[in-house]
């Protein structure tokens, strides 16, 4: 699955992806209107209008890029009827030919796992029928509770060509308190990163793996050493924009080649309406501002890497 | 919300927590017939199963007991039918007044936390109405994120009388990878104790706080130290009776007010009509089956803490 997301990196000259992270205050008052008045105002009336935005804002930018990554707590917030429109985002993105990158930030015992990777990346029988539950591509996966929690996930991604990407150093200002703690010399990321390498070996599709991490914009000095500890681990790196990432941070978290890390921006694009810089869109018109959010941090992250 | 656990313990002298975590494999062939027959093969069929399964041992044992820990990956893997199972368990327990701890083991940077917080134990506005998406009383969370993605569960366990708790010590054989490592002498889930103590200060409920931790029954030894560092959280205590914890192993849990620790069975009780010793309750009667074996448990803690 890797390799079919660089390939879709390097068709749109874009390492980045879109966090279809919709929280009810992005969405333009006449989508909450019309999705009200039909629903009323209702979880279901809320999860219609975080699909209809979705979907405007994925017809705007889906040729622009290889990925999006949706944020499911933002609709679990919505109860059944959010992780419906969840599901709808997801399949949809598909239709576009977009790689979906599930944040969901997953993980548990071994066969608790295994149950959250069928969910998610793989299948699951009933009786003599096999479903795609939520059929994300990619998966966000915790760490915390070491190898059996993980090995659920790989070898979900062996079996069904799927991919992971494992929390290292997360972009929060208090992600230091435990993952910063050092251990032997060396602080509690560089030990998760050390098994990110072993949990990829098994998992290797072209150059990278099928394993990856995710390390935070927001911290591009701890990124320099994590590129270079993890090889052929991919990295997701969210941080980028709303929380403070600048393009220039994000060299640290490139390989030579060019390859080996893709960028995250949420509220940056799909809430660019909302900012000075793209308000000529206008409220109406707000895919055309993401559009605009997306062009202008290819450019950035373009420039940065030249 | 601790305080209203408490009573509920000691009213049912019954320390413990029945996990509902049906894997089909646990669901008599007669329920799974049935389910099949009216809902197809399908996800909705598995989920139709789960649910009836749910119901008759929540219908058999909830005098007995306080409180039910439903694994929301269980439910997950069959997608958004399991997750309507999951909430209409969650529903169905609370009209027959158990507690609800949903084991969702979330956790993120701090306004994805906020999100999580909503949709398991806290409210959301959709327009000028609030509703509460899953419902539950409790969640588990997990800490590898620090202070700013738990923050946001205590702030709603504040507001809605909630409760969480937080992963400190895991039940499974590889639980030590990370949590055991030695920073600055310790290890690092006593770091995450201390944390925890903090956490706690602002939701004190009575004798305890409303932010309780996870410490597995397979680790007894820390049980106990654990149980010395964090004197106000509630420990909620897996991996008892399938995963090798035992009676005696518990002791180690509570404080000698004879509080401080809930235990959870999950299939020891609900696949309680697979084991031999239970054999004679019938496929058929297998709700029995899981009432002699809350019984059983109960009688096990009790010996134990005597």
């Not at 105002?41 to 705007?60: C, H, M, P, S, Y």
């Not at 559009?291 to 420039?303: G, L, P, S, T, Y």
């Amino acid at each position: 699955m890797i390799s079919k997301l660089i390939k879709k990196i390097q068709k749109t000259d874009a390492p980045i992806v879109v966090g279809l992270d919709p929280n009810l205050s992005f969405v333009p008052e006449s989508i909450q209107k019309k999705a009200f008045e039909e629903f009323g105002e209702t979880l279901e009336g809320a999860a219609e209008a975080i699909w209809q935005f979705n979907k405007r804002i994925v017809d705007a930018t889906y040729d622009l890029i290889p990925a999006v990554k949706p944020q499911i707590a933002m609709y679990e917030q919505f109860g059944i009827p959010g992780l419906q429109a969840f599901k709808k985002t997801v399949d949809y993105c598909h239709e576009k030919d977009l790689l979906v990158i599930g944040d969901v930030k997953r993980g548990d015992i071994g066969s608790t796992s295994a149950s959250y990777a069928k969910a998610h990346i793989g299948t699951i029988k009933v009786g003599n029928s096999t479903f795609k539950p939520f059929d994300e591509d990619f998966a966000t996966v915790n760490p915390y509770l070491g190898t059996d929690g993980i090995k659920p996930f790989t070898d979900v991604c062996a079996e069904n060509d799927r991919g992971i990407f494992v929390l290292v150093k997360t972009s929060n200002p208090s992600s230091g308190e435990f993952q910063d703690r050092i251990i032997d010399g060396r602080p509690l990321y560089e030990w998760v990163a050390e098994k990110v390498n072993e949990w990829g070996e098994a998992s290797m599709d072209g150059d990278y793996s099928n394993v990856g991490c995710v390390v935070g914009a927001t911290y591009p000095e701890m990124g320099a050493v994590l590129r270079k500890l993890m090889p052929k681990a991919y990295i997701l790196v969210p941080g980028y924009g709303a929380q403070g990432g600048k393009g220039k941070d994000l060299v640290n978290f490139f390989n030579k080649d060019g390859l080996g890390a893709i960028v995250n921006s949420s509220r940056g694009i799909i809430a660019a309406w909302k900012k000075e810089e793209y308000a000529k869109y206008t409220e109406e018109h707000f895919e055309e501002a993401s559009r605009a959010a997306v062009e202008d941090m290819k450019k950035d992250i373009r420039e940065a890497l030249n």
